[in-house]
């Protein structure tokens, strides 16, 4: 005797029945998960004030990056003519550059805007604008407190600085032991300091 099969697409009754039971348990779960953590309106409105706030940031730090490379290639012809003028035109730009980030960036990239900063405030003294190099150095103490750079030799940006800038005595004999400064820039304000007693 043959057995006639009933068109069942492939499954059996049980089959039909246990995957049944799991879509029931699978939209219950959804139901379940979807009322422990409802979704207000001011919520999806944060979504989108957060997307619209982090589009800000990158568009600052878009524009501000562009400013920075125009700087930096001042920078380098100012290097290569060993023009004053070409690198207080760059301590410019820079400073220009920094002041508009705005608010909304202004916790984006502090490492890249130190570096960028300090540039500028080398520049101004490579210029010859000592007074604007001295303020812009306590405008980078301020507006990166408690933060320094470090030169490859391990030497304090800020501190060599405030050396070459003489907002530190350097007619002290201990100054130059204490000051994280290259070994280099001590031995030659060393001797300036000999030379100018002697």
Known sequence: MRQIKQPNSGQTARQRQK????????????????????????????????????FAEISAMRDYRQCRDDALALDGQAKA??????????ARLIEKCEAEVGPEAAGVAVDERMRTYAVGIQNHFKGGDVARARGNLETFKKTFAGSDLYFAD???????????????????????????????MKSELR???YWTRN
């Not at 003519?81 to 760059?90: D, K, M, Q, V, W």
């Open 154 to 184: 391990g030497s304090s940006f800020t501190e060599s600085m405030e050396m070459l800038l003489g907002l530190r005595d350097r007619t002290a004999v201990g100054e130059f032991s204490v000051a994280n400064v290259s070994t280099h």
């Open 191 to 193: 001797r300036v300091r």
């Open 19 to 54: 995957t049944a039971r799991l879509s029931v348990l699978a939209i219950g779960f959804g139901l379940l998960a979807a009322a422990c953590n409802p979704m207000t309106t001011s919520q999806q409105h944060e979504g989108i004030g957060f997307r619209q706030a982090r």
């Open 81 to 90: 003519e060993g023009s004053p003028a070409r690198y207080l035109a760059s």
